[in-house]
T-cell receptor, first 111, second 112 residues
Framework: AQSVTQLGSHVSVSEGALVLLRCNYS??????LFWYVQYPNQGLQLLLK??????LVKGINGFEAEFKKSETSFHLTKPSAHMSDAAEYFC?????????FGAGTRLTVKP | DSGVTQTPKHLITATGQRVTLRCSPR?????VYWYQQSLDQGLQFLIQ???????AKGNILERFSAQQFPDLHSELNLSSLELGDSALYFC???????????FGSGTRLTVV
């Protein structure tokens, strides 16, 4: 069965610094991969997705992620962190039906 | 507004009781998914329905059941509630899984 592992339950960066949130997946065949963001007391919101084609995908709010099959990774990056980026981020994988989520990474942005 | 509506937003009930959570999917989405989110277990997939039929099952307890009605809304029934069932319950919908899911804002269940 497919699964994802998010490395680091908490990441703290300074405002303006690079954001890097790590995700590795496990799947017998190339899966669909996603990043979601969850703000306090809200549901999850889709940031970006990889299905097929270009391995570098751009999402909302300046985030992007690169699918690397050789490394089974799908890390999320943003060149310059903003205070409003503080939230919980979830990597997710699906093959056919149900989507499996990682444990989440809480991003803190320091002024 | 994501287009996925969940009611109620908050629910407080006693152990042993039964509750029903409701979800209306985004217009045009045939699939509905239920997830449980807790601090110790994270986001756990419970069950998926597609156009009225059960499509996939995850870590759903036997005390829990769900259904999807002809108008595509879905209900999650939780019975014989225990303290450990306290969590956020999310509903999500999609046209197909490759498009990603649209999540509702959740129902926070507190069992006392």
């Amino acid at each position: 069965a497919q699964s994802v592992t998010q490395l680091g339950s908490h990441v703290s960066v300074s405002e303006g610094a690079l954001v890097l949130l790590r995700c590795n997946y496990s799947s017998s065949v190339p899966p669909y991969l996603f990043w979601y963001v969850q703000y306090p007391n809200q549901g999850l919101q889709l940031l970006l997705k990889y299905t097929t084609g270009a391995t570098l995908v751009k999402g909302i709010n300046g985030f992007e992620a690169e699918f690397k099959k050789s490394e089974t990774s799908f890390h999320l990056t943003k060149p310059s962190a903003h205070m409003s980026d503080a939230a919980e981020y979830f990597c997710a994988v699906t093959l056919h039906n149900d989507m499996r989520f990682g444990a989440g990474t809480r991003l803190t942005v320091k002024p | 507004d994501s287009g996925v509506t969940q009611t109620p937003k908050h629910l407080i009930t006693a152990t042993g009781q039964r509750v029903t959570l409701r979800c209306s999917p985004r217009s045009g989405d045939l699939s509905v998914y239920w997830y449980q989110q807790s601090l110790d277990q994270g986001l756990q997939f419970l069950i998926q329905y597609y156009n009225g039929e059960e499509r996939a099952k995850g870590n759903i307890l036997e005390r829990f059941s769900a259904q999807q009605f002809p108008d595509l809304h879905s209900e999650l029934n939780l019975s014989s509630l225990e303290l450990g069932d306290s969590a956020l319950y999310f509903c999500a919908s999609s046209v197909e899984s490759g498009n990603g899911y649209t999540f509702g804002s959740g129902t926070r269940l507190t069992v006392v």
